[in-house]
């Protein structure tokens, strides 16, 4: 017990006397989010907007205000036509455009089934489903007035359509993916490099000439980056609800729960690493290109999973950080409690088991 | 009874190991049938330059490394089959040993003390010799200390679990004359504590401070002995000549007809000579017009020995 | 010819922080000599050197060296030295003919000389029929003996040799000498550091540096009479003895 303690002890030596690599890894979960956060809620004020409104009645007019009136929208009045306004879309000049349809004071007074189209351009999908959000608020908004006044139920549908990228990945996608891949490169990468650094150093030897147990040497390894992970989902977890404002819907046991077993899978990914590598710059490389890029290419943290070629999405099923995301989603934003995830945790805790058996059949006692 | 067959074991015992290293398109024999023994108590030295199989011997001896042919035996036990054995009771500083560069030197002695189970102050008297030299340093980081100090570091922390054999593989490469003769000092009193010592180098005047060596060249051992029975076994008159101008001396000893060999030493040219007869060295040395020169016959040493050896 | 000076240093230091690792060292080097520059690990020889090849500025004091000043001018100091260590000398995943390539071409060879030269270099060490192996498969000593070759090749003024012998077998550390006596034959001055001490036997003037300053500076010959000592490693032994920095 006392070995492990001293290793332990030695290994967060080595991390805490790196200055630079331990505030890159401290810092960069808060600077990575904090970027995504402020791309959030800067851009989205005056944006440009068009308006297509055929029909022209008191209705449309009073949307038309009301939108104007706030600070989210400018009206680009120049475009007239669905050929301009589908034009300004392609130069992006315009995110959001608004389409009454004919007769709409008449749908909205007799049929009782008003349409207003939205469309967005959602080559930037937070701030097209945000614009979208403030769109149809302010519709309802004036719907509900409309109400008010007449105590007769008018309803105003508002169907959306996103350019460009139907899934609509928002905001919310940005704080699982970053928690994704934050914990892989520090839980997957450094434990790699931290055990091949010992073999590049000599003193793997020293420590296989030892009564140490290999199982012992893994473990210390791999428990200070463990911490160094929860420190991590700490702050992230912070920021995402006290500066992003982004609220945890479900039991937070639960989310801290499943991030430990992911954790526990990229150390095992790390250690698998590490045996198959004996030197830091190799370990680096099969971290950096043959983790990272699947996390963020295939994980569906920036690129929808279903609109990929069948082939791709089959190969995504092998990657952790898909079903990590699909749980941090289901418990952090729709709120969902074990049952609806149990599917997703056998599979990470799955994974965790064959590469740490791997591991220990590849684990050499010897050079 | 058990006690006794201890006692008068051997410490080393290598029988035809043969190892090879298969690379790309050749296979590399680094170590070559080589069968030796070390006694209990001795310091046995492995004598030889870069790539003549040292290093896959100790690994061997450490069971980092599995044979191709052989056995071997570390007091007693099977390197193959008995490893955690002797992984437990030896002690062991490989050539390419570098320390926590960025552990102090009290936290690596710490350290290494902590994973063979024991502490600095129970092995204290074994390794108080050399730490006392680095006590003053001791909060310094082992990246920031000279090849020396670094060696004696790395040799206390083999130290420091008091293991019965040690495996010291080329412990003085690139260490200075005055930090390489106080690490032999420290061998020599570890001796006398009763602790087997195996130790590499490719510094052949190192070969006399051992109880006996191997010399060592591609992988196989020319010849096993006590050094100084290796130097009578030389067979042959050695002398050593000098003059005002060494270098067309040696082009000139080179050129007599009745050399054997002749090499550069310091400050002097060693020489044998096939019909033994330095007067007519001297004749020969006259004529060719070196005037200040100086013919004495030396014993000769180990590199004498080792370079004899290498043109067989 | 004689006596022409090629490294000329003046009270050159080196601090780093309140470490003064070089302090006011001051000697000079004749052209064709064989200069030893020994010293204890830790003594500042290579941080002297780095500063005679221009890789380090000075902290105070002036060198010249092929007659340039290694404030301003280190980029014709470089074009006119050789420089080889024990640990970087030759790229072991590049054959020998790729290397002498490789290194005659950024010392500025023409096409033609690096074919001339680099044959005559092969046929000289013997290694025509090793000459599209890559360099790591070659031996110690063979390896030193192509990385001086090379660093030669250019016919530098001044080679600098970094512990050029380590762990070499001691046929070949021999042959490695008779190299470097050919080349201060030919005028190539060389400046050498080794922890042998039978080699600095070999050098026309050696110089031994102890806690960052010179301590002796002189022929072998002179400094074994001076301390009245049967051979170099004891005139080391009693200077470096002294020495009060632990580093």
Same mark, same amino acid.
């Given at each position: 017990?006392?070995?492990?303690?001293?290793f332990?002890?030695?290994?967060?030596h080595?991390?805490l006397?790196?200055?630079?690599?331990?505030?890159?890894?401290?810092?960069?979960?808060?600077?990575q989010l904090?970027?995504?956060?402020?791309a959030?809620t800067?851009?989205?004020?005056n944006?440009?907007i068009? %308006?297509?409104?055929?029909?022209?009645?008191?209705?449309?007019?009073? %949307?038309i205000?009301?939108?104007?009136?706030?600070?989210?929208f400018?009206?680009?009045?120049?475009?007239?036509?669905?050929?301009?306004?589908?034009?300004?879309?392609?130069?992006?000049?315009?995110?959001?455009?608004?389409?009454?349809?004919?007769?709409?004071?008449?749908?909205?007074?007799?049929?009782n089934?008003?349409?207003?189209?939205?469309i967005?351009?959602?080559?930037d999908p937070n701030?097209?489903?945000?614009?979208?959000?403030?769109?149809s608020s302010? !519709?309802?908004?004036?719907?509900?007035?409309?109400?008010?006044?007449?105590?007769?139920?008018y309803?105003?549908?508002?169907?959306m359509?996103?350019?460009?990228?139907?899934?609509?990945k928002?905001?919310?996608?940005s704080?699982?993916?970053?928690m994704a891949?934050?914990?892989?490169?520090?839980?997957?990468?450094?434990t790699s490099?931290?055990?091949?650094k010992e073999?590049?150093?000599g003193?793997?030897?020293?420590?296989?000439?030892?009564?140490?147990?290999?199982?012992?040497?893994?473990?210390?390894?791999v428990?200070?980056?463990?911490?160094?992970?929860l %420190?991590?989902i700490?702050?992230?977890?912070?920021?995402? %609800?006290f500066?992003?404002?982004?609220?945890?819907q479900?039991?937070?046991?639960?989310l801290?729960a499943?991030?430990?077993?992911y954790?526990?899978?990229?150390?095992?990914?790390?250690?698998?690493?590490?045996t198959?590598?004996?030197?830091?710059?190799?370990?680096?490389l099969?971290?950096?290109?043959?983790l990272?890029?699947?996390?963020v290419?295939?994980?569906?943290?920036?690129?929808?999973?279903?609109?990929?070629?069948?082939?791709?999405?089959?190969i995504?099923?092998?990657?952790?950080?898909?079903?990590?995301?699909?749980?941090?989603?289901?418990?952090?934003?729709?709120?969902?409690?074990?049952?609806?995830i149990w599917?997703?945790?056998?599979? !990470?805790?799955?994974?965790?088991?064959?590469?740490l058996?791997?591991?220990?059949?590849?684990?050499?006692?010897r050079? | 009874?058990?006690e006794?067959?201890?006692?008068?074991?051997?410490a080393?015992?290598l029988e035809?190991?043969?190892?090879?290293?298969?690379?790309?398109?050749?296979?590399v024999?680094?170590?070559?049938?080589v069968?030796?023994s070390?006694?209990?108590?001795?310091v046995?030295?492995?004598?030889?330059?870069?790539?003549a199989?040292?290093?896959?011997?100790?690994?061997?001896?450490?069971?980092?490394?599995?044979?191709d042919?052989?056995i071997?035996?570390v007091?007693?036990?099977d390197?193959v089959?008995?490893?955690k054995?002797?992984?437990?009771?030896?002690?062991?500083?490989p050539?390419?040993?570098?320390?926590?560069?960025?552990?102090?030197?009290?936290?690596n002695?710490e350290?290494?003390?902590t994973?063979?189970?024991?502490?600095?102050?129970?092995?204290?008297?074994?390794?108080?010799?050399?730490y006392?030299q680095?006590?003053?340093?001791?909060t310094?980081?082992?990246?920031?200390?000279?090849?020396?100090?670094?060696? $004696?570091?790395a040799?206390?922390?083999?130290l420091?679990?008091?293991?019965?054999?040690?495996?010291?593989?080329e412990?003085?490469?690139?260490?200075?004359?005055v930090?390489?003769?106080?690490?032999?000092?420290?061998?020599?009193?570890l $001796?006398?504590?009763?602790?087997?010592?195996?130790?590499?180098?490719?510094?052949?005047?190192e070969?006399?401070?051992?109880?006996?060596?191997?010399?060592?060249?591609?992988?196989?051992?020319?010849?096993?002995?006590?050094p100084?029975?290796?130097?009578?076994e030389?067979?042959k008159?050695?002398y050593?000549?000098?003059?005002?101008?060494?270098?067309?001396?040696l082009?000139?000893l080179?050129?007599?007809?009745?050399t054997?060999?002749c090499?550069?030493?310091?400050? $002097?040219?060693?020489?044998?000579m096939?019909?033994?007869?330095? $007067?007519?060295?001297?004749?020969?040395?006259?004529?060719?017009?070196?005037?200040?020169?100086?013919?004495?016959k030396?014993?000769?040493?180990?590199e004498?020995?080792?370079?004899?050896?290498m043109?067989i | 010819?004689?006596n022409?000076?090629?490294?000329?240093?003046?009270?050159?230091?080196?601090?780093?922080?309140?470490?003064?690792?070089v302090?006011e060292?001051?000697f000079?080097?004749n052209?064709?000599?064989?200069?030893?520059?020994?010293?204890?690990?830790?003594?500042?020889?290579t941080?002297?050197m780095?500063?005679?090849?221009?890789?380090?500025?000075p902290?105070?004091?002036s060198?010249?060296?092929?007659?340039?000043?290694?404030?301003?001018?280190t980029?014709?100091i470089?074009?006119?030295?050789g420089?080889?260590?024990?640990?970087?000398?030759?790229?072991e995943?590049?054959?020998?003919?790729e290397?002498?390539q490789?290194?005659?071409?950024?010392?500025?060879?023409?096409d033609k000389?690096?074919?001339?030269?680099?044959?005559?270099?092969?046929?000289k060490?013997?290694?025509?029929?090793?000459s599209?192996?890559?360099?790591g498969q070659?031996?110690?000593?063979?390896?030193?003996?192509?990385?001086?070759s090379?660093a030669?090749?250019?016919?530098?003024?001044?080679?600098?040799?970094?512990?050029?012998?380590?762990g070499v077998?001691?046929?070949?550390r021999?042959?490695?000498?008779?190299?470097?006596?050919?080349?201060?034959?030919?005028?190539?001055?060389?400046?050498?550091?080794?922890?042998y001490?039978?080699?600095?036997?070999?050098?026309?003037?050696?110089?031994i540096?102890?806690?960052?300053?010179i301590?002796?500076l002189?022929?072998?010959?002179?400094?074994?009479?001076q301390?009245?000592?049967?051979?170099m490693?004891?005139?080391?032994?009693?200077?470096?003895?002294?020495?009060k920095?632990?580093?």
């Amino acid at each position: 017990m006392k070995q492990l303690f001293t290793f332990i002890r030695k290994e967060f030596h080595h991390i805490l006397r790196d200055y630079r690599t331990m505030m890159v890894l401290l810092g960069l979960p808060i600077v990575q989010l904090l970027i995504f956060g402020f791309a959030i809620t800067n851009e989205t004020r005056n944006s440009a907007i068009a %308006v297509l409104d055929i029909s022209k009645d008191e209705a449309t007019q009073n %949307v038309i205000t009301k939108l104007e009136s706030s600070r989210y929208f400018d009206i680009d009045r120049s475009l007239t036509s669905s050929q301009q306004i589908e034009q300004a879309f392609k130069n992006g000049r315009i995110k959001l455009a608004v389409i009454f349809q004919p007769n709409f004071q008449n749908e909205l007074m007799h049929s009782n089934n008003a349409q207003i189209q939205l469309i967005a351009d959602a080559t930037d999908p937070n701030q097209a489903s945000t614009l979208v959000n403030y769109a149809s608020s302010i !519709i309802m908004e004036y719907q509900s007035e409309l109400n008010d006044q007449n105590k007769l139920p008018y309803t105003i549908n508002t169907e959306m359509r996103m350019l460009y990228n139907p899934e609509l990945k928002g905001a919310y996608t940005s704080v699982p993916g970053v928690m994704a891949m934050i914990l892989l490169l520090i839980s997957t990468m450094m434990t790699s490099i931290s055990i091949v650094k010992e073999k590049e150093l000599g003193t793997m030897e020293i420590l296989l000439v030892s009564p140490m147990k290999p199982a012992m040497v893994i473990l210390s390894k791999v428990i200070p980056y463990f911490i160094v992970s929860l %420190v991590n989902i700490a702050s992230i977890l912070l920021l995402s %609800v006290f500066v992003l404002g982004m609220p945890i819907q479900g039991s937070i046991f639960l989310l801290i729960a499943v991030t430990i077993l992911y954790i526990l899978c990229a150390l095992s990914l790390g250690i698998l690493i590490s045996t198959a590598t004996d030197s830091q710059l190799a370990a680096m490389l099969i971290s950096l290109l043959g983790l990272m890029l699947p996390v963020v290419m295939l994980s569906g943290y920036a690129f929808p999973i279903a609109n990929m070629p069948t082939i791709l999405q089959v190969i995504s099923n092998i990657v952790p950080a898909k079903w990590y995301i699909i749980m941090v989603k289901s418990v952090m934003i729709k709120g969902m409690g074990l049952a609806g995830i149990w599917k997703e945790s056998l599979i !990470i805790g799955g994974m965790t088991a064959v590469f740490l058996l791997i591991s220990i059949k590849r684990f050499k006692i010897r050079l | 009874m058990q006690e006794k067959e201890v006692l008068y074991m051997k410490a080393v015992e290598l029988e035809n190991i043969v190892k090879t290293y298969s690379a790309k398109k050749s296979t590399v024999v680094a170590v070559n049938d080589v069968s030796f023994s070390v006694n209990e108590g001795e310091v046995f030295g492995l004598i030889g330059p870069d790539g003549a199989g040292k290093t896959s011997i100790f690994r061997i001896l450490t069971t980092l490394l599995l044979a191709d042919k052989g056995i071997a035996n570390v007091l007693g036990y099977d390197v193959v089959k008995e490893w955690k054995t002797i992984r437990s009771i030896v002690g062991y500083m490989p050539g390419k040993f570098s320390l926590y560069q960025d552990l102090t030197v009290e936290e690596n002695l710490e350290f290494f003390a902590t994973i063979f189970n024991t502490t600095i102050q129970e092995n204290y008297d074994l390794v108080a010799d050399i730490y006392k030299q680095l006590e003053p340093f001791k909060t310094r980081r082992a990246g920031k200390l000279s090849g020396g100090m670094k060696q $004696k570091l790395a040799l206390s922390c083999a130290l420091i679990h008091k293991p019965k054999i040690l495996f010291l593989d080329e412990p003085t490469t690139g260490v200075d004359p005055v930090s390489r003769k106080e690490f032999w000092e420290m061998l020599k009193r570890l $001796k006398t504590m009763g602790i087997s010592i195996v130790v590499s180098t490719s510094y052949m005047d190192e070969a006399k401070l051992c109880d006996r060596i191997a010399l060592m060249q591609n992988g196989q051992i020319m010849k096993i002995d006590r050094p100084q029975t290796i130097v009578d076994e030389f067979g042959k008159n050695l002398y050593a000549v000098n003059s005002a101008n060494m270098f067309r001396l040696l082009t000139d000893l080179r050129a007599y007809p009745q050399t054997e060999s002749c090499f550069a030493f310091g400050d $002097k040219h060693h020489l044998t000579m096939k019909e033994d007869n330095p $007067k007519m060295l001297n004749d020969y040395l006259t004529n060719a017009g070196h005037n200040d020169f100086n013919i004495s016959k030396i014993e000769p040493g180990i590199e004498d020995c080792f370079m004899q050896l290498m043109k067989i | 010819m004689t006596n022409e000076i090629v490294i000329k240093t003046d009270k050159l230091t080196k601090k780093f922080g309140d470490f003064t690792a070089v302090n006011e060292i001051s000697f000079e080097v004749n052209k064709g000599e064989i200069f030893g520059f020994l010293g204890a690990n830790g003594a500042g020889k290579t941080t002297a050197m780095k500063m005679l090849i221009g890789i380090s500025k000075p902290s105070s004091g002036s060198a010249e060296v092929a007659g340039f000043d290694v404030y301003k001018q280190t980029e014709q100091i470089k074009k006119n030295i050789g420089y080889m260590s024990q640990r970087f000398s030759l790229y072991e995943d590049l054959t020998i003919k790729e290397n002498i390539q490789l290194f005659a071409g950024i010392y500025g060879l023409t096409d033609k000389e690096i074919e001339s030269k680099g044959e005559a270099l092969i046929t000289k060490l013997n290694l025509q029929n090793e000459s599209n192996k890559v360099v790591g498969q070659l031996p110690l000593g063979w390896k030193q003996k192509l990385a001086f070759s090379i660093a030669i090749l250019h016919r530098p003024k001044i080679v600098f040799l970094d512990e050029p012998t380590g762990g070499v077998d001691p046929v070949t550390r021999r042959q490695f000498w008779d190299m470097i006596y050919e080349a201060a034959d030919g005028g190539i001055t060389v400046f050498v550091t080794t922890h042998y001490m039978d080699e600095a036997e070999y050098c026309s003037r050696v110089s031994i540096m102890v806690d960052g300053v010179i301590t002796a500076l002189d022929s072998p010959a002179n400094l074994k009479k001076q301390y009245v000592a049967g051979s170099m490693e004891e005139v080391f032994i009693m200077l470096a003895r002294k020495a009060k920095r632990g580093e």
